[in-house]
C-alpha cells in the first residue's frame, strides 16, 4: 500500500512540476502561428493537368523560356482536393503543387487518392506537403502495444515516463527558449527532472532508484562541465548549419545563445546513454547485495567497476554511432566538398559532432564509478542494519 502511494505521490508531483514548468517556460513567449494563413488537411480527388516547363513563378523573365537557364525551369502540377478539416471541411478546392529544378525537393509528384496538407495564401491553395501524421500516430501505438505486451506493468511505467520526457522537452524547455530563458539553466533543470522521474516511475522510490539518479546526474553534470570548458577550447560559434543560421535571424527580434544550444544538446543528448549506464550498475549491485548477504564496501564497489567496464564499450559505440547516423548526409557532402581531410575534421560542424559524442562519453565513464559508488554507500547501510 505504502509503495503504490508513493508511485502515485511520484507521478502527481511530476504532472504538477510539469504544469507550473510550462506555466513559467511560457512567460514572454511570442506566438508565431501567422492567422492569415490557412493549413488543412486534404485527400486529392483527382489530377487536372500536369504542366511542364512552367515559369509563372517567374514573372521577371520574358516569354522567351529558351532565355530561361535549365536549372530555373519548373513544373507544376494542377489538382482538385477534399478538405478534411477545419471550417470548409467537404470543399472540393483547386490546388497546385510546384517544383523549380535549382531547388531540391523533398515530395514526390502527386497522385489520386494521397493525403496532403494544403496551404491558402494570396486567394490560392498550395501544395504544402504529404500528410505524414498518421502513419506516425500508427507506428507509434504499435510501439506502445509491443511496450504494454512485453513489458507489463514495467511497459506501463515505461511509456508513461516517455511521456513524461517527451513533455518536459516539448512543453517546458522548448517555450523556454523561444521566450528567451537561460537556456544553460533550464537544460540542467529538464535533465535532472526527466532522470529523476524516470527513475522514480520505473524503479520506484527506494536506494537502487536514489543511487541511479545520484550517478546519472553527476555524469550528466560532467558532460556538461566538459561542453563548456571546450567550448571556448574550441572557439565555437554556435553557427554549425543552415539551420543555425536561420536561428540568428528569429522572428519578434528573438535573439538565440547558439553556443548554448550546443551544450543543451549534449546533455540532453548524452542523458538517455548515461541513464542506461547508471542504472544497469545500481540494479546488478542490487543483486549481489541480494544474492550474497552481508558484503563489503570495496567488494560492492569492485563488482560495480567490474560490470561498468563491460556496458562502457556498448555504451560508447551506441552514443558515438548515433551521432554519426544523424548527421550522414551533411558529413557526406562536407567531404566531398571540403578539399582536404585537415579542413573536414577542422569544421565547426565535424568539431560539434566530435564534442558531443566525446563529452557524452566522459559522462559515461564519470557514471560508472559514481554509481557504483553511490551504491557501496548506500546498500551498505542497508548491511550495517541487518547485523545489528
Not at 511496450?147 to 511497459?155: D, N, P
Not at 560542424?349 to 553511490?374: D, H, K, N, R, Y
Request: glycine share 8%; aromatic share 8%.
Amino acid at each position: 500500500m505504502r509503495i503504490r502511494i508513493t508511485y502515485l505521490a511520484t507521478i502527481i508531483i511530476a504532472f504538477l512540476f510539469l504544469i507550473i514548468g510550462s506555466k513559467i517556460a511560457s512567460i514572454g513567449m511570442i506566438n508565431f502561428q501567422n492567422p492569415s494563413q490557412e493549413i488543412v488537411r486534404a485527400k486529392v480527388e483527382r489530377i487536372v493537368d500536369r504542366i511542364e516547363n512552367n515559369f509563372d513563378f517567374l514573372d521577371d523573365f520574358d516569354d522567351d523560356y529558351n532565355d530561361i537557364p535549365l536549372m530555373m525551369q519548373g513544373s507544376k502540377t494542377i489538382f482538385e482536393a477534399k478538405i478534411l478539416n477545419g471550417r470548409r471541411k467537404g470543399e472540393i478546392v483547386t490546388a497546385s503543387q510546384r517544383f523549380i529544378n535549382m531547388l531540391p525537393s523533398n515530395d514526390r509528384d502527386i497522385s489520386r487518392n494521397a493525403s496532403v496538407l494544403l496551404t491558402y495564401s494570396n486567394n490560392e491553395w498550395h501544395f504544402n506537403g504529404f500528410y505524414r501524421i498518421n502513419g506516425l500516430v500508427w507506428l507509434g501505438v504499435l510501439f506502445v502495444l509491443c511496450v504494454l505486451i512485453l513489458g507489463r506493468r514495467k511497459g506501463v511505467n515505461t511509456i508513461l515516463s516517455l511521456g513524461l520526457t517527451c513533455a518536459a522537452i516539448f512543453t517546458v524547455f522548448i517555450p523556454a527558449i523561444l521566450s528567451e530563458k537561460n537556456i544553460y539553466l533550464m537544460a540542467i533543470l529538464v535533465c535532472v527532472y526527466t532522470t529523476v522521474v524516470t527513475l522514480l516511475i520505473v524503479i520506484g522510490f527506494n536506494k537502487k532508484s536514489l543511487a541511479s539518479v545520484a550517478g546519472c546526474v553527476s555524469g550528466i553534470l560532467v558532460a556538461g562541465i566538459i561542453a563548456l570548458v571546450m567550448d571556448r577550447v574550441l572557439n565555437l560559434s554556435g553557427i554549425v548549419d543552415e539551420h543555425s543560421r536561420y536561428l540568428i535571424n528569429m522572428p519578434g527580434g528573438i535573439k538565440l545563445n547558439l553556443r548554448a544550444l550546443i551544450f543543451a544538446g549534449i546533455i540532453i543528448g548524452a542523458m538517455g546513454a548515461i541513464m542506461d549506464v547508471a542504472i544497469s550498475i545500481a540494479s546488478s549491485l542490487w543483486e549481489i547485495k541480494e544474492k550474497a548477504g552481508v558484503i563489503g564496501f570495496s567488494s560492492l564497489f569492485r563488482s560495480g567497476l567490474n560490470i561498468g567496464r563491460d556496458i562502457m564499450g556498448s555504451m560508447a559505440n551506441t552514443l558515438i554511432l548515433a551521432y554519426i547516423g544523424s548527421s550522414l548526409s551533411v558529413v557526406l557532402l562536407l567531404s566531398v566538398f571540403s578539399g582536404s581531410t585537415l579542413n573536414l575534421f577542422n569544421s565547426e560542424m565535424i568539431a560539434v559532432e566530435i564534442l558531443q559524442a566525446l563529452a557524452g562519453s566522459f559522462g559515461i565513464l564519470a557514471a560508472m564509478p559514481l554509481t557504483a559508488l553511490f551504491c557501496s554507500i548506500l546498500y551498505l547501510k542497508d548491511n550495517k542494519n541487518e547485523n545489528k
